[in-house]
């Protein structure tokens, strides 16, 4: 079993319409969690970062822990074309210190 | 030049050949790392370097070797590699260690290995 499970996709959507991305992972002392966007042919960059449980909201997008689940999500609402990428969800512990532990990915399309 | 860089940005090479990748950082920063980005498989740490100083090397084979001759600059030598090492190679640096430090990513190497 991976530590860290992220659905493929490709997931598609209309623009406009709320993408709603999401991971889970097995190991409990992950506490921090960071969501990485990919376009084609260029390195991740970081989009949002959280610590523990709770939303923290940037723009328009939303990020979300539940540790007692082991489920972390990340929702953009109104959608753009621009927002095509590859989405790749990372998370690290205490004693990690930077060493991140990714996500497969999940490619998004948004039709304009 | 800002960010990180790499070169090249795709490299085609035969089993017996060696070449290197090289990456800069224009950011000030202490810390380099290289990854291993394959199809269908989640981003891979292969070495971490702090103020020139190896700290991780993930079980990475041999005839992957890196070299980091000052905090600016890492440089992964490769040799005799097989055609599973075939990925996207990925060059991140960030301040420091520190847990909530900001991994900047270069745009990658493309490598193929025939």
């Known amino acids: 079993q991976k530590e860290v499970e992220q659905d493929p996709g490709p997931l598609s959507v209309p623009e406009g319409a709320i993408v709603s991305l999401n991971c889970t992972y097995s190991?409990?002392?992950?506490?921090?969690f960071m969501w990485y966007r990919q376009y084609s042919r260029k390195g991740p960059e970081l989009l949002m970062y959280?610590?523990?449980?709770g939303n923290k909201e940037d723009g328009r997008f939303t990020a979300q822990v539940d540790k007692s689940s082991k489920y972390i999500s990340l929702f953009i609402r109104d959608s753009q074309p621009s927002d095509s990428a590859t989405y790749l969800c990372?998370?690290?512990?205490?004693?990690?210190?930077?060493?991140?532990?990714f996500g497969g990915g999940t490619r998004v399309l948004v039709k304009p | 030049e800002t960010g990180v860089t790499q070169t090249p940005r795709h490299l085609v090479m035969g089993m017996t050949n060696k070449k290197s990748l090289k990456c800069e950082q224009h950011?000030?920063?202490?810390?380099m790392y290289w990854y291993k980005q394959s199809a269908k498989k989640p981003l891979e740490l292969m070495f971490v370097?702090?103020?020139?100083?190896?700290?991780e090397n993930n079980s990475v084979p041999s005839r992957f070797s890196p070299e980091c001759p000052n905090s600016s600059h890492l440089f992964l030598h490769l040799h005799t590699l097989q055609p599973e090492d075939s990925a996207l190679y990925l060059c991140?640096?960030?301040?420091?260690?520190?847990?909530?430090?900001?991994?900047?990513f270069g745009p990658g190497t493309r490598l193929t290995v025939l």
């Open positions: 991140a640096s960030s301040l420091n260690l520190a847990l909530q430090g900001e991994q900047f």
């Open positions: 190991n409990s002392a992950f506490q921090y």
């Open positions: 959280t610590y523990s449980s």
């Open positions: 990372a998370m690290t512990r205490v004693a990690a210190g930077n060493k991140l532990t």
């Open positions: 950011l000030g920063h202490n810390a």
């Open positions: 370097y702090n103020f020139k100083e190896q700290t």
